[in-house]
């Protein structure tokens, strides 16, 4: 009867456990990137957002983002014209909706002006 080798034992274990290691560390990160895209999507697939999911969207507050559509409309009201794209809002009865589309337009103009709010 041959002796067992327990190096060779030992060293299929440990390779074992690397190997199941390093599978749950790149399915994990590949769970992470899974939840972080059906988030964007689900952002862009929206035609509108509400203002609570446009302010997730830019990374911004809502006062914020009610802060920029007060602005512009105060603005508006007070010259009769407005230079540039406007924040793309659509209110239907009490509530402000966002344009996803129009927002993205808007946010690069914006950007592109370096508008300050």
């Not at 002796?3 to 390093?22: D, F, K």
């Not at 830019?58 to 512009?72: D, Y």
């Not at 996803?100 to 508008?115: A, C, F, I, P, V």
Request: hydrophobic share 40%; aromatic share 6%.
């Amino acid at each position: 009867m041959k002796p067992l080798n327990y190096s060779n034992i030992i060293s299929s274990i440990i390779l074992g456990i690397a190997i199941i290691i390093g599978c749950l560390l790149i399915n994990s990160d590949l769970q992470k990137e899974k939840i972080s895209n059906s988030h964007e999507i689900v952002n862009h697939d929206k035609p509108l957002m509400t203002i609570q999911e446009t302010a997730e969207y830019l990374n911004i507050t809502e006062s914020q983002v009610k802060t920029i559509i007060s602005t512009e409309e105060s603005m508006l009201k007070a010259t009769g014209s407005f230079t540039g794209m406007m924040f793309p809002i659509i209110k239907i009865g009490n509530e402000v909706f966002v344009n996803t589309n129009g927002l993205n337009d808007w946010l690069k103009e914006s950007t592109q002006q370096r508008k300050e709010y």
